[in-house]
């Protein structure tokens, strides 16, 4: 099974995105359901690894902190291609500094990030007909903000109809 760690996103902030409206048929929008804002992704781990990163990530202490949603921007970073749709969050530092500490815990069982883009992904895109109108997506400004309390150890496994969550724990 696949594994990440990230913040889950509550409600009202789940109901603003889904708000979000692609005028291109062609773009595959994440369900509300799955909105998040990853800090690491473990990718496929055994179950002892998982106990281990269970265990690591127990000892992490986290201080809330307030984020607010952010600008709209893509992977690849361009002008006529894109790959996936995501909306930022702010400030930065403190998430980047969360994700480090989590780096920290596991360095000695997985990689540290090396570029740290903290966002929440709204879609994934197949193919674009309209670039001019696709791009107004760009220019929509978004405002919810949000307490991050805890984190949490999900399990991600692909089905026919999209990858599927389970949370496996949760840390404050």
């Known amino acids: 099974m696949r594994y990440f760690i990230a913040v889950d996103l509550p409600e009202k902030i789940k109901e603003k995105l889904k708000e979000i409206k692609f005028e291109e048929k062609t773009a595959n929008v994440v369900m509300v359901s799955d909105f998040h804002l990853t800090l690491k992704f473990l990718g496929e781990i055994d179950k002892t690894k998982v106990e281990i990163v269970k265990k690591e990530l127990s000892k992490i202490r986290i201080k809330p902190f307030k984020l607010k949603i952010d600008k709209i921007g893509s992977f690849p970073k361009g002008k006529t291609f894109f790959k996936v749709i995501w909306i930022g969050v702010m400030p930065k530092r403190k998430i980047i500094d969360l994700i480090k500490?989590?780096?920290?815990?596991?360095?000695?069982?997985?990689?540290?990030?090396?570029?740290?883009?903290?966002?929440?992904?709204?879609?994934?895109?197949?193919?674009?007909?309209?670039?001019?109108?696709?791009?107004?997506?760009?220019d929509l400004q978004i405002e919810g903000s949000f307490d991050v309390v805890k984190i949490k150890l999900i399990k991600s496994e692909l089905t026919e109809k999209g990858a599927r969550y389970e949370i496996i724990g949760e840390y404050q």
């Open 101 to 138: 500490r989590i780096d920290d815990a596991l360095v000695t069982f997985f990689e540290r990030e090396k570029r740290i883009k903290p966002h929440i992904t709204l879609a994934r895109v197949k193919g674009v007909k309209n670039v001019t109108e696709f791009r107004k997506i760009f």
